[in-house]
């Protein structure tokens, strides 16, 4: 079974940055996808981005041009870096993994691990 932690959130304001990390207790195939989600008060769990394992990435049209994710297969761990951040950007975000060899984008891949989350938010 595979841990997923994620670190980095925090309060900020408009306009400002933060890089949120995800990192694996063990070793995840770098076939596998990796993805962020997050979830604002009162509103479903959205898709923010996914890293395949063929190295492309899906954007939400919300993010695209502010947000850019990363990953390091040697440690398993996949980085999103916040710029620009909107007040509508605040949730708890949350990093997936898959459990098999994934190239796919989507938002709907069956993704078998999760994080518990780490809240992000920002104010005007």
């Known amino acids: 079974q595979v841990q997923l932690v994620e670190s980095g959130g925090g309060s900020v304001q408009a306009g400002g940055s933060l890089r949120l990390s995800c990192a694996a207790s063990?070793?995840?195939?770098?076939?596998?996808?990796m993805a962020w989600f997050r979830q604002a008060p009162g509103k479903e769990r959205e898709g923010v981005v996914v890293?395949?394992?063929?190295?492309?990435?899906n954007y939400a049209e919300s993010v695209k041009g502010r947000f850019t994710v990363s990953r390091d297969n040697a440690k398993s761990t996949l980085y999103l870096q916040m710029n620009s951040l909107k007040v509508e950007d605040t949730a708890v975000y949350y990093c997936?993994?898959?459990?098999?060899?994934?190239?796919?984008?989507?938002?709907?891949?069956?993704?078998?691990?999760w994080g518990q989350g780490t809240q992000v938010t920002v104010s005007s």
């Open positions: 890293y395949s394992g063929g190295g492309s990435t």
């Open positions: 997936a993994a898959t459990a098999s060899w994934c190239y796919s984008g989507s938002f709907r891949v069956d993704f078998a691990y």
């Open positions: 063990k070793y995840l195939d770098s076939r596998f996808c």
